[in-house]
């Protein structure tokens, strides 16, 4: 055993003094190249401040971005950390994707209420002069109050999308409140209600509640009905007793999976066809409606937007009404109004989901490019440190 490992150490001391030999050897002819092309190549006595440069004169070597201090644990626990923030956001950005093509679903169930809904509108007012009209949901009176029904979202992570409807409120509020006209606000979203809830001493802050609590797939249709309606009637109540004059809804448009913008349209008083109005008098036509499908195309997504006319042109002239046609006007219109609150509401989620899954998208592809800034510090700083050992090493064999 003894003999063993004597003879194991000495082959180890032989090894290790021919790295020497080879080190000596392999700088030595290095020095010997570098002082015939002229090039200054002195060394000190401990081999430290040595000026080298060991690649060809026509291509030297870029190594001012080689950090050889780089903490390279720090750097994979970061790699790690952005991998499993895309994985989230990948799902998030999935979720998202499913639940607009349910906010379309639900539009899309909508329909034959709305589109019958319409029709009677426009079939009841083939027997009524627009002059005799008498309902208190069409009376135009001067304002001095406006009621300003703002729509938001629930949650945040979605973009800017809560950012631009705060904007359109307050730039709605601040010109009202220009021209001398008092301002009330209702919010529906549980963004916009907490930032008015923390501002009443700003702003005259009726009530607020989340989308949630009116579109929310956990309960029944019924629930959903009721929760509407309830909103719906609080409006009503403050447009009827002249608590306001006006009445104006703020949400969001929805336009395509990359476009959406908030929009302001006049809820009450109502036209006598049905129509909604914006806020400069133009009148939205109640019989149009704007389809969005979702699709997928070579594996991405891809949304199609169409726009459907609903028929009007049923001609109730032959129908007898049992009840005179202000009565029967004064029962459609709450009933389109609620309709139209809610297309409002399926919209402004519509918009809120296409918005959040567009920023999951967003930060897949910044997680991307900062895992691949993170992996190429990293190798260059592994590259580094295994650079700067090896000179050690030769530095080292010189100075022996």
């Given amino acids: 055993m003894a003999s063993t490992s004597t003879m194991m150490k000495a082959s180890l001391a032989a090894n290790a003094l021919l790295l020497l030999a080879l080190g000596a050897l392999l700088l030595s002819s290095s020095s010997s190249s570098s002082s015939s092309h002229g090039q200054d190549l002195s060394l000190s006595p401990a081999g430290v401040g040595c000026k080298r440069n060991l690649a060809p004169s026509t ?7 080689l950090r050889p201090n780089v903490n390279l644990k720090e750097t994979r626990t970061r790699i790690d950390s952005v991998k499993n923030t895309k994985k989230i956001t990948s799902s998030m950005k999935l979720v998202a994707a499913a639940k607009v093509r ?19 509108l426009y079939g009841v007012n083939q027997k009524v ?60 979203g549980n963004k916009i209600t907490k930032w008015l809830s923390n501002r009443q001493r700003e702003f005259d802050f009726m009530n607020g509640q989340a989308v949630s609590d009116i579109l929310n797939t956990k309960k029944t249709e019924e629930e959903q009905g009721d929760a509407l309606s309830s909103l719906a009637e609080e409006v009503l109540s ?36 049905g129509e909604i109005c914006d806020v400069n008098g133009k009148c939205v036509d109640a019989d149009e409606d704007e389809v969005f499908k979702l699709t997928t195309q070579g594996g991405e997504l891809k949304v199609e937007t169409e726009k459907e006319k609903i028929d009007t042109s049923d001609n109730l ?16 219109l709450p009933l389109y ?9 399926q919209e ?38 295994i650079t700067n050992e090896i000179l050690e090493i030769v530095g080292g064999a010189a100075a022996v």
């Fill in 129 to 188: 002069v627009a002059e005799d009209l008498d309902s208190p949901l069409t009376q135009i009176r001067p304002v001095k109050n406006v009621l300003l029904l703002t729509i938001s979202g629930d949650r945040g992570l979605c973009g800017a999308y809560n950012t631009f409807v705060l904007k359109k409120m307050l730039a709605r509020a601040n010109e009202l409140q220009g021209m001398g006209i008092g301002v009330k606000h209702m919010a529906v």
């Fill in 317 to 332: 002239e032959g129908f007898m009404f049992e009840q005179p046609p202000n009565e029967i006007v004064d029962a459609i």
């Fill in 238 to 273: 403050s447009f009827t007793d002249g608590e306001v004059d006006k009445v104006e809804i703020i949400y969001t448009k929805f336009k395509s999976l990359i476009g959406s913008d908030p929009v302001i349209q006049t809820l009450l008083p109502l036209t006598p066809r």
């Fill in 348 to 385: 402004s989620l519509a918009s809120e989901l296409a918005a959040r899954m567009n920023a999951m998208s967003m930060a897949c592809d910044n997680a991307d490019e900062l895992g691949k800034k993170l992996n190429l510090q990293y190798n260059r700083g592994r590259q580094a440190k």
């Fill in 337 to 345: 109004m609620d309709s139209t609150i809610l297309r409002s509401l």
């Fill in 59 to 65: 291509s030297p070597r870029d190594i001012s971005n």
């Fill in 102 to 120: 349910r906010a379309q679903a639900a539009v899309l169930g909508g329909r034959p209420f709305a589109e019958n809904l319409v029709k009677t």
